[in-house]
């Protein structure tokens, strides 16, 4: 049902605003997946999978030459041979609303279902919200309704309401200070979510800056999480991060649904990490990637663990092609928990052809599933695709899977894009 | 009591359309909805073309270089404002990854695009025992409350 409904909405698009101005700029994407892959059971038997997936995306800005816009993002699936998920269909309307921006001061209002990150929230709710920023710097935003989540707990599906807000102070260029608040009223079946928090960006000197967030649940009565980093950008090939990361689990999964978060981890546990990185473009067209980090935890399991990874990137081909290679490791205190990882990937686009290769292989010091008695995995992706037309490109992956798990795995998708945008300026 | 709250509710009404209005007669220009130029492929350094403060965001534009640290981050500006952001992407590049219900994996997604930091690469299945076990904090922020239909398979 949710396929062709996504399907009508976004074709129907320029019919919605009759009122629309021939200056209205509307993005148009498409993307279609065909996936093929078959699964093994014990016994011999053998399930074939072929789901069939639409992702449309629509973008109209300008609306009868106001400073209007619609967005509309959302996803369907029709399995043609065995059924591959929840039902023999799926799909979600991930976006689904107007915005107004004010040409001057930055106001702004969205009205539907959106994704929405301001302060402590990070949903996606059916609601409003709404931003100004005055002249001096002080500004506040202002949003509710009903969040958007879906659960595996039968009768959890969605809280009751979501609300809050987040007042700032923004000195242009220097500072902004923000102090934020929200509320989720729960379902019968979960705990309510209260959160307050706080944030801040300050540029100590030119090139350092210094972040910080931290949130506060009420609820549970306890630091849900914090972090403060320093960044340095010394010019635009440098650019280096360092700081302080922590979460306690009472605080921070307090309201989750998802009961890995309940029941699979000791809810009095509480991680502290260091962590540092470095991006540099050493020459043109070359980058080195280096990170850092230390996880402490106060439960001895899973104990502590370190993690660094170290990568080269080089672009080229006026920036449509990358290479790269990247190693990283996992040191930690239990066995069970270490494990590197190494990738190479690359890209070659001459023309309307592209080809990519992508090589993933992970090596656990001790079986990760236990009785299997297999420590390395191993994936391949091979894609080639071919703009057909400006605005048509027709693409497939190839994938191989060894692991743990999987004994070979092999898997197709054959992906049709279509990208249709009106009026000049990019958007990704 | 219920005088004192409705005068509270009022003052604050007022407050907050003084601040809208105030706002609204602002002569800054706020960032404009599309970037007004193509964008160039691959990772963007708005510094090629841009200098000092961008509108939107007020903040400068070295900070918004998309590098390996800015990509690790992006939540802690996103979170302080998101119209920058959308100038120059839409609401479906977001939720490629930051989804409600998805079934796609984003590396699977963009298989072809081996270059774009995707979370998930590989065989997952196996690894993230581990890093749920490290950084369950991580998961949460994606899986905590929505997104979890994969999961079901063996968290019940």
């Not at chain 1, 074709?11 to 993307?31: N, Q, R």
């Not at chain 1, 609303?97 to 301001?118: C, D, I, S, V």
């Not at chain 1, 191993?378 to 497939?396: D, E, H, I, K, N």
């Not at chain 2, 979370?119 to 409350?145: K, Q, T």
């Amino acid at each position: 049902m949710l396929l062709p409904a996504i399907v009508s909405i976004a074709l129907s698009l320029p019919l919605l605003f009759p009122g629309t101005s021939p200056a209205a700029d509307v993005t148009l994407s498409s993307k279609t997946y065909g996936l093929y892959y078959q699964r093994e059971l014990p016994g011999g038997e053998k399930d074939r999978f072929a789901p069939l997936y639409e992702y449309l995306s629509a973008d109209a800005a300008n609306l009868g030459g106001k400073p209007l816009s619609f967005h509309f993002y959302g996803w369907g699936r029709l399995d043609l041979a065995e059924e591959s998920g929840s039902g023999r269909t799926s799909g979600e309307i991930g976006s689904l609303y107007m915005e107004y921006l004010h040409p001057q001061g930055n106001a702004q209002a969205k009205l539907g279902r959106f994704f929405l990150t301001e302060g402590v929230a990070m949903d996606t709710i059916d609601g409003a919200f709404a931003k100004a920023t005055t002249p001096v710097g002080l500004g506040v935003s202002l949003y509710g309704g009903v969040p958007v989540e879906y659960s595996i707990l039968s009768g959890a599906e969605r809280a009751d309401s979501l609300y809050g807000g987040r007042v700032f102070f923004v000195k242009a260029g220097f500072a902004e200070l923000g102090a934020s608040y929200l509320k989720e009223n729960g379902s019968p079946a979960r705990l309510d979510r209260e959160l307050y928090g706080g944030d801040l960006w300050v540029r100590v000197a030119t090139g350092v800056e210094l972040t910080g967030q931290a949130s506060y649940n009420r609820t549970a009565r306890e630091m849900a999480s914090e972090r403060y980093a320093v960044r340095i950008v010394p010019g635009a090939t440098v650019d280096i991060s360092a700081g302080y990361e922590a979460y306690e689990y009472a605080g921070l999964f307090r309201s989750a649904l998802n009961p890995a978060f309940l029941t699979t981890v000791d809810n009095n546990d509480k991680v502290q990490s260091i962590f540092a990185i470095v991006d540099w473009e050493f020459t043109p067209g070359w980058t080195v990637e280096v990170a850092a980090k230390h996880l402490r935890h106060d439960k001895a399991d899973p104990g502590d663990a370190n993690r660094g990874e170290i990568g080269l990137r080089h672009t080229y081909g006026a920036k449509k092609d990358v290479a790269g290679l990247s190693a990283a490791f996992v040191a930690a205190d239990r066995d069970e928990n270490e494990y590197r990882e190494y990738r190479a990937f690359a890209t070659y686009s001459p023309d309307k052809l592209r080809l990519t290769l992508d090589a993933i292989a992970q090596q656990y010091k001790r079986d990760p599933i236990p009785g299997i008695g297999k420590k390395n995995a191993y994936q391949v992706v091979a894609t080639a695709g071919y703009q057909l037309l400006a605005a048509l490109q027709l693409s497939g992956n190839l994938t191989y899977t060894q692991s743990p798990i999987f004994e070979k795995d092999y898997a197709g998708l054959v992906r049709l894009s279509y990208d249709l945008g009106t009026g000049t300026g990019g958007k990704k | 009591m219920m005088r004192r709250a409705y005068a509270a509710n009022v003052l604050g009404a007022v407050l907050l359309a003084l601040l809208f209005g105030c706002s609204a007669i602002s002569t800054a220009p706020s960032v404009p909805p599309k970037h007004p130029e193509d964008l160039a492929a691959g990772r963007v350094n708005c510094l090629e073309c841009h200098e000092n403060v961008s509108t939107g965001a007020l903040k400068p534009y070295g900070t918004f270089r998309h590098s390996r640290v800015f990509i690790n981050s992006h939540g802690t500006y996103t979170r302080q404002g998101q119209s920058l952001c959308s100038s120059c992407h839409a609401p479906a590049f977001c939720q490629t990854c930051h989804a409600g219900k998805e079934e796609l994996k984003p590396n699977v997604k963009m298989g072809d695009r081996p270059d774009r930091m995707a979370p998930h690469r590989g065989d997952y299945l196996v690894a993230h025992r581990i890093d749920g076990r490290l950084d369950p904090g991580s998961c949460f922020r994606c899986h905590g409350n929505k997104n979890d239909v994969k999961c079901k398979q063996c968290h019940k």
